[in-house]
């Protein structure tokens, strides 16, 4: 598995974009948004139970993410065309702001190391990747357990502060000086 320090892998992903007709898709890849923070999760698969609970709370979160010049990515091994027929049925990701990466020959999920030995989908993975392409951050789940958008924000912040952060630090509180 990928981890910190290692870049982000190189990748072109068919993705949901839009539910507007003519615009629902695009290629995606690790340089679409360039000079930008990403924070990429991955999820086991589409129309399951603990999935859409992630994906619609990072949705939800969107804006506090944008807020600190970072775009959200979240991706599947299923089609652009599964994603999007989800996204149709489901009504909390009917207006999901960010998009829905195709991972479909696994190439992606591969490369970052979370395909899950036996089950082979992607586990439960967030990567938050600072705008050089450096992965900064590594959190993995089992397929069963829900991850924490809260969390993945508070490391967020620390991590831009460029400074040392202490457990439990918040953004707004003073971060560690060396004596």
Not at 75 to 104: E, G, I, N
């Amino acid at each position: 598995m990928l981890t910190v320090g290692d870049r982000l892998p190189a990748f072109a992903l068919q993705s949901v974009v839009s539910l507007e007709i003519g615009k629902e898709f695009e290629v995606l890849t690790e340089k679409s948004h360039a000079r930008k923070w990403l924070a990429l999760f991955l999820w086991p698969m589409d129309f399951t139970f603990v999935c859409p609970t992630e994906i619609a709370e990072f949705g939800r979160r969107n804006a506090d993410f944008r807020e600190r010049d970072t775009q959200l990515l979240g991706c599947s091994t299923d089609t652009q065309f599964v994603h999007l027929a989800w996204r149709k049925a489901h009504p909390d990701l009917k207006t999901l702001p960010y998009p829905m990466l195709a991972d479909t020959k696994r190439e992606l999920s591969t490369a970052l190391g979370v395909l899950h030995k036996t089950e082979g989908v992607p586990l439960r993975a967030t990567f938050i990747v600072d705008p050089e392409g450096v992965i900064r951050f590594v959190s993995v789940n089992d397929l069963s357990v829900g991850r924490n958008v809260d969390e993945v924000l508070r490391v967020l912040d620390a991590l831009q502060t460029g400074e040392l952060c202490a457990c439990n630090w918040k953004k707004g509180e003073a971060t560690l000086q060396v004596a």
